[in-house]
């Protein structure tokens, strides 16, 4: 068998991925909304959003405990079969429900002002996505080869960029060749995965065939660790689909394409602390797997709320500068979602926490725990959503896009925080410790991005759009370097590793310092 990639390397590879996807994803997000517009873009994001929780329902938690038992058992190549007839399964079951909704007319009520061509259109492509990149991305992380899966990631990346650059210069960028360049991209890295994986040295394609008896044990398998998220799922899914159908009932494309950019937004601060989640979900499946919480607890106190506090130096800085994100990524089409953006900025802070206490719950198998903690929350959040989104005349605050912003980024604090207590209630670590953290490390970072912007803007006084964000993103980072050599607990780190990187920047030896972090 192939030599397996470290946990360093691979974080190493998928941050890498992450920085470029960064990059690659603020050209992108500065040419897709603006060549769709807010109408198109919406009706992209609507009907994407349902398929997404659509397929998550079917999926029923499965993927995750596909790749926790992939992770542990890389040799058995049958897991990987049922799991990819599991697939088939779900894409007929997908295409059923839209076939039936199309010949009963029911597409007209559940997909508000869309055309039936755009749900199929968005039906594949949703499930095209979950299959690459969740789930074939999956086997590649759990048979430890994630840098041949990040440089294909960035290969296929920039040649996506590429194209859509093409397509919005020969204003040729609409809905329909939108979903056909999607189509190309996806189709082309679902065939190189595909190839990794049989060159991984693990896989074989000779017991493609399998028994009853070990369809049956694949099924029990898959059923005890699953069956308790049916409830957590299904709420899931009504909750999900529900928030953004009635943006759209109420609010329109417009106010779902004003949502839809500042989520995007929010997703480019979350892809730095994004790429540790499931090599960190795959070292706590192999430690408890080995009974080894002491392993465990390590992982956790290391990595989180250093992650945490990455999340939050980027949410901060574009909460500050959302008018100026606004313009560069969707131009002035979109300058009425300064207000969404701003409230959405927070979300991906405690998004990281959120995924990083997921992944501890599955690695470890406390499924139920997990279910009933989300489903509480998302049930609170359905009134929640109304009120805030209907027309005062349905005894609503008809907030639009930006009461959606506000309940999500509301409950994913509440809920974050009370899986963190059981997580390190489980490990025995001390949960106010990390509640505090959070607590500190904002309201540091605000202050600083309030400071930057404040110099940049008045005592400087840089109009430019471009520079005034670089002007100002350079003193914050100053700022918040100087806040961390001070007091480096503010981002989850020690004085020893303060004078480590130090060191390693006196010597220029920047591979030891990847290589020991």
Request: hydrophobic share 50%; with cysteine; glycine share 6%.
């Amino acid at each position: 068998m192939p030599k397996e990639d470290s946990l360093k390397k691979r974080y190493i590879y998928k941050l890498s991925t992450n920085l470029t996807s960064a990059v690659i994803n603020f050209l992108t997000q500065a040419i897709i909304p603006r060549g769709l517009g807010p109408k198109a873009y919406g009706d992209f994001n609507f009907l994407n959003n349902f398929f997404s929780e659509f397929i998550n329902f079917f999926d029923m938690g499965t993927s995750f405990a596909f790749y926790t038992k992939l992770s542990q058992r890389k040799r058995e190549s049958g897991l990987v079969f049922f799991y990819l007839y599991f697939c088939g399964i779900i894409f007929l079951l997908v295409f059923g429900f839209v076939i039936i909704t199309n010949f009963t007319s029911l597409y007209v009520k559940i997909w508000p002002m869309q055309q039936l061509f755009y749900i199929y259109l968005a039906a594949f492509f949703s499930i095209l996505t979950w299959f690459a990149q969740r789930i074939l991305t999956s086997i590649l992380d759990a048979y430890g080869i994630t840098v041949f899966a990040e440089k294909v990631k960035i290969f296929f990346k920039i040649v996506g960029l590429v194209l859509i650059s093409l397509l919005f210069i020969y204003r040729q960028l609409n809905l329909t060749t939108f979903f056909y360049y999607n189509y190309f991209v996806l189709l082309l890295l679902t065939a190189a995965f595909f190839v990794g994986i049989k060159q991984s040295g693990y896989f074989s394609w000779k017991v493609w065939q399998l028994t009853l008896e070990q369809i049956r044990r694949y099924l029990s398998e898959f059923y005890r660790y699953s069956h308790p998220l049916f409830i957590y799922i299904l709420v899931g899914l009504i909750v999900g689909i529900f928030d953004r159908w009635l943006l759209q009932v109420y609010g329109g494309s417009v106010q779902q394409g004003f949502f839809s950019l500042s989520y995007q937004i929010g997703i480019l601060c979350f892809l730095f602390t994004g790429a540790m989640t499931p090599l960190i979900m795959r070292e706590f499946s192999i430690s408890f797997g080995k009974q080894d919480l002491i392993h465990m607890a390590y992982i956790f106190r290391r990595y989180i709320p250093l992650l945490y506090s990455i999340a939050a130096y980027f949410s901060c800085f574009i909460a500050f500068q959302a008018d100026k994100v606004i313009y560069i990524f969707g131009g002035s089409a979109y300058r009425e979602a300064v207000m969404v953006v701003i409230i959405m900025a927070f979300y991906p802070i405690h998004q990281t926490y959120g995924q990083l206490s997921n992944s501890m719950f599955y690695a470890t198998g406390q499924t139920r725990l997990y279910r009933n903690i989300g489903v509480t929350f998302m049930l609170i959040g359905l009134p929640l959503t109304y009120i805030l989104i209907a027309p005062k005349a349905k005894m609503g605050f008809d907030t639009g896009a930006a009461g959606l912003a506000v309940k999500m980024v509301l409950l994913q604090f509440i809920t974050a925080n009370v899986m963190l207590y059981f997580n390190a209630k489980f490990l025995k670590l001390p949960f106010w410790k990390y509640f505090g953290h959070q607590i500190v490390s904002l309201a540091f970072l605000l202050i600083l991005a309030s400071i930057s912007v404040f110099t940049v803007n008045k005592i400087f006084c840089v109009r430019n759009i471009i520079m005034n964000i670089i002007v100002s993103g350079s003193i914050y980072t100053l700022l918040v370097v100087s806040i961390i050599y001070y007091v480096p607990l503010l981002f989850g780190l020690t004085k020893g590793d303060i004078q480590h990187i130090i060191q390693i920047i006196h010597a220029k030896n920047y591979y030891q310092y990847f290589k020991k972090i």
